[in-house]
């Protein structure tokens, strides 16, 4: 591969046989070819591992617990597997654009200063239809992550959804990895760790496809019974930081009281644009 650097593309499995062959032939398909493709299955009920196995390709390394981790858990798994100098965590149904990691790593290069690149989500259904765009944080380029961080507490999470980021693993290994305390915002608050921590980099094009499904972590709090747990989290998430972003209590209350309106828009959006699985 040349003197291109390593990356480790992780995707945490669970129950996924009908999505994961897809996720996993669009990043052996990627342009950018150094990677290594790591796929942990969290013991699975169905025949997730299965599936995963009848790939043959010497980037994909395939392992299964033996005990079930849990989402946090298993995400932390795939870390501790990686020796790549940059990491991109894709979920088991979600996908990327075929350039995507070569932009992220371009950048990487070029900004050693940047902890995190992350891009624009194109919204998908259970069949890969577009359904809905999400921009991220409004300003392009480098940025100060604590300004980013700070901006999304009172509108909304600007940098969760681990398929739109790529971190540095140096980054990791400081900083460590999932807080397995967390249920419904991991994501949300491991990459606001790292945004805290330096600088981001943000493209705004949707480079990645993020899959909504009614029984997923994203449908589940916004409209699938559990928005209260998600609200508690999120309470959790501001008071974690107020400090390294200089949040007021009466600023961490209303940061919640936003969260609970964007989380009711979402469900309202979920009822509307996506479909019933059959």
């Known amino acids: 591969m040349g003197n291109k650097p390593l990356v480790s593309v992780c995707i945490p499995a669970y129950n996924n046989e009908d999505y994961i062959l897809e996720t996993i032939n669009c990043i052996l398909s990627q342009s950018y070819?150094?990677?290594?493709?790591?796929?942990?299955?969290?013991?699975?009920?169905?025949?997730?591992?299965?599936?995963?196995?009848?790939v043959k390709d010497v980037r994909l390394k395939a392992y299964r617990n033996k005990d079930n981790l849990g989402m946090a858990g298993n995400w932390?798994?795939?870390?501790?597997?990686?020796?790549?100098?940059?990491?991109?965590?894709?979920?088991?149904?979600?996908?990327?654009?075929?350039?995507?990691?070569?932009?992220?790593?371009a950048i990487m290069e070029a900004y050693?200063?940047?902890?995190?690149?992350?891009?624009?989500t194109q919204f998908i259904d259970v069949n890969g239809r577009p359904k809905g765009y999400y921009r991220r944080y409004y300003k392009s380029g480098v940025v100060e992550g604590k300004k980013a961080s700070r901006f999304s507490?009172?509108?909304?999470?600007?940098?969760?959804a681990p398929l739109?980021?790529?971190?540095?693993?140096?980054?990791?290994?400081?900083?460590g990895g999932f807080d397995e305390k967390l249920v419904y915002i991991i994501d949300y608050d491991f990459f606001m760790k790292l945004a805290n921590y330096g600088k981001i980099y943000i493209?705004?094009?949707?480079?990645?496809?993020?899959?909504?499904?009614?029984?997923?972590?994203?449908?589940?709090?916004?409209?699938?019974?559990?928005?209260?747990?998600?609200i508690r989290e999120?309470?959790?998430?501001?008071?974690?930081?107020?400090?390294?972003?200089n949040l007021s209590p009466w600023q961490v209350n209303l940061s919640v009281l936003i969260r609970k309106l964007m989380s009711f828009m979402g469900s309202i959006y979920l009822?509307?644009?996506l479909p019933k699985e059959a």
Request: glycine share 6%.
């Open 33 to 54: 070819k150094n990677i290594e493709l790591i796929v942990v299955d969290d013991n699975s009920s169905d025949d997730t591992y299965k599936v995963v196995k009848s």
């Open 76 to 105: 932390n798994r795939c870390l501790e597997l990686c020796s790549g100098k940059y990491i991109k965590l894709v979920c088991a149904d979600d996908l990327l654009h075929k350039r995507l990691i070569e932009k992220e790593v």
């Open 112 to 120: 050693p200063e940047v902890n995190l690149v992350q891009s624009d």
């Open 153 to 160: 507490v009172f509108t909304r999470d600007f940098l969760g």
């Open 164 to 175: 739109a980021n790529m971190i540095r693993k140096s980054t990791y290994d400081k900083l």
């Open 203 to 230: 493209i705004h094009r949707p480079l990645n496809y993020f899959r909504i499904r009614g029984d997923s972590n994203t449908g589940q709090v916004m409209g699938g019974g559990k928005e209260q747990a998600y």
């Open 234 to 245: 999120h309470r959790m998430l501001v008071e974690k930081y107020a400090s390294d972003l």
């Open 271 to 273: 009822k509307i644009f």
